[in-house]
Structure formats: C-alpha cells, structure tokens
C-alpha cells in the first residue's frame, strides 16, 4: 500500500496517515502473535529433544558400571548446556531481528538496496538488545549517515522542495508568472507576489 495509492482514491493527508497508523497497528499484533507463536513451538523443539536425549541416555545405562555412567552423565550434561545456549541464541538473533526491522520501518531509505545493506551493517556491529532495545543504534545510524546520506531520504528537503514557491508561464506565451504553493510557507516577497495574482 503506497500513499500515491491513497491518494488516487481520494483520501486527504490526514485520512492516508489514519490508514498507516491503523495498518502499523495491525501489523504489529500479528507479528506480536507470530512471534509467540514461534516462541512456544521453540520451546516445544527444545524439550522434546531434550527428553528423547535424556531418554537414549537412560537406556545406554544398562549393564554398564558406574564410572562409564557418571561419564556419559557428564558428556549428555555438556551436550544439553550446548542445546540450551544455541537455543537462546536462536531466540535472541530473532528478537534482535525483529527490534531492528521495527526500527528500520521507522526510517525512509533511498532504495530497498540501502535499507538492506544499512540493516546488514548494523547486524555485523555487534550491537546488543536489552530489554527490547537495541543499545548503540541512534549512535551508529548518524555514522552510517554521515559516511553515506545518499542512503537515506532527507524528509526536510523534500518538505523544503514541496513547499517551495513554483514560477510558471501561463498558456499563450504571456510573460505574467503564476506563483502556486502553500502561502503559509512562502517568503515575503513571493507571498505578496502571490497575493496579488489571487485577489
């Protein structure tokens, strides 16, 4: 859905940035759902296979005596601490992924092409998230920025560029200039250019 879009069906300014909201909103919950649901069925993953390892170790028990028990206690003991940290890295690196895309959406780039090398740049920093923040990322966005700005869309040069008095010809090859754009903006001297043209 693109505000162009919106607009061609008629919908005012302010009736396109209820539409976003409304929308962001929705998205949000259903990835707020996605991800608990990803969670649980993590967690189901994890102590199923937890259980059939602890279950396999029981039955190797047999007829074994107690040294090459207590060994193989301490070697399943190993391979569990193992599971548990690559699986509370899996859910870190998708909590981190979802923090940053979040972020991201919160940023116009100049191209899907920048958003996604920005975003692989951040991800290789080593940054941290804590307690759903990803800390050091405002830092690193204006480093980013100041290497390449052509990454990222300038918001307040194109309100500038949007707002600015445009000088046309009228039709017939007259010279008188017909000045548009938003009066509240203008500069004196093109306000009362304006003025005058309209009264």
Same mark, same amino acid.
């Given at each position: 859905m693109k505000t162009e879009d919106l607009q061609a069906q008629g919908l005012t300014e302010e009736q396109i940035k209820f539409v976003f909201a409304e929308n962001g909103k929705d998205i949000k919950d259903m990835k707020d759902l996605q991800k608990k649901a990803d969670t649980l069925s993590a967690d189901l993953e994890n102590w199923k296979k937890r259980a059939e390892d602890a279950e396999n170790t029981l039955k190797g028990f047999d007829g074994k005596d107690f040294d090459a028990i207590q060994k193989e206690r301490d070697e399943w003991k190993a391979k569990a601490e193992a599971a548990e940290k690559e699986y509370k890295q899996k859910i870190y690196d998708? =909590? !981190?992924? =979802?923090?940053? %895309?979040? *972020?991201? *959406?919160?940023?116009? !780039? %100049? %191209? =899907?092409?920048?958003?996604?090398?920005?975003?692989n740049e951040i991800k290789g920093a080593g940054l941290k998230l804590i307690d759903g923040k990803i800390i050091g990322l405002g830092d690193m966005l204006e480093t980013i920025k100041a290497k390449d700005a052509s990454a990222f869309v300038d918001e307040a040069q194109q309100q500038r560029d949007k707002n600015k008095a445009t000088f046309t010809q009228p039709m017939g090859g007259g010279t008188q200039e017909v000045i548009t754009g938003d009066p509240a903006k203008m500069d004196t001297e093109t306000y009362l250019k304006w003025r005058k043209q309209n009264m």
């Open positions: 998708r =909590d !981190f992924a =979802d923090a940053l %895309s979040g *972020e991201m *959406e919160k940023i116009k !780039f %100049s %191209s =899907d092409y920048a958003k996604q090398a920005v975003m």
